[in-house]
Structure formats: C-alpha cells, structure tokens
Nanobody, 125 residues
C-alpha cells in the first residue's frame, strides 16, 4: 500500500510563499510520475505540476514562473515551491503518483493511481 502524506499548507498573504512536501516512505517515487493537483470549492481538480521519472516537468499556465516542482529521491519526498501566491491559488492541494505515465499526461488525474489526503492552502488579498 502506497502512502502519500502532504504537509506545508497554511494561510499566507498574496505575494507570499509556501513549500509543500509530499512524503512517500518506502516508495520508490523515482520510478513514477509524481504530480501536484489542486481543487477549490465548486471547481474541478486541476493538475498544477508534474514530474516524469526522466526529470521532465510540466506546469499549468496559471502557475508557470511561480511554482516549481522537485523531488528528493533519497528522501522519497516531492516538493512544490510556490512563490508570488495569489488568492486564486487558494485550494486543497494533493500529491499523486502514477506508474507508466507519458509526458503528455503528467498533469492529468487519470494518469495517477495513488493520492494523498491533501493540504489546504489559503491565500488572502
């Protein structure tokens, strides 16, 4: 059973920064696509960023230049550095892991099998 545990969410003012972490103890995340998704109340889940085992990354247009996805394979931990946060970034953020994903599907939820419970990010204006 793969367990993904997110942390690092919180409340911040617009323009601030947060770093989300996703721990995957005992899980070889370097073999999987890893992604960050978010869902705001009343909205569909959105693929924010994904990273392929090759290291290739993909970002939603709304976060390009502000968010950075990275992973520390030695620690089996995925990160999402979020800078210049905006109120519209407010959402529950989830990390996910998917086996055998393609570059084109790194931000598609159907490409992912394992999901964390989420961490809330709230950005005030």
């Amino acid at each position: 059973q793969v367990q993904l545990v997110e942390s690092g969410g919180g409340s911040v003012q617009a323009g601030g920064s947060l770093r989300l972490s996703c721990a995957a103890p005992g899980f070889s995340s370097s073999l999987y696509c890893m992604g960050w998704f978010r869902q705001a109340p009343g909205k569909e889940r959105e693929g924010v960023a994904g990273i392929h085992p090759s290291g290739t990354t993909s970002y939603a247009d709304s976060v390009k230049g502000r968010f950075t996805i990275s992973q520390d394979n030695a620690k089996n931990t995925l990160y999402l550095q979020m800078n210049s946060l905006k109120p519209e970034d407010t959402a529950m953020y989830y990390c996910a892991a998917g086996w055998g994903c393609h570059y084109a599907t790194m931000r598609q939820s159907y490409a992912y099998t394992y999901w964390g419970q989420g961490t809330q990010v709230t950005v005030s204006s």
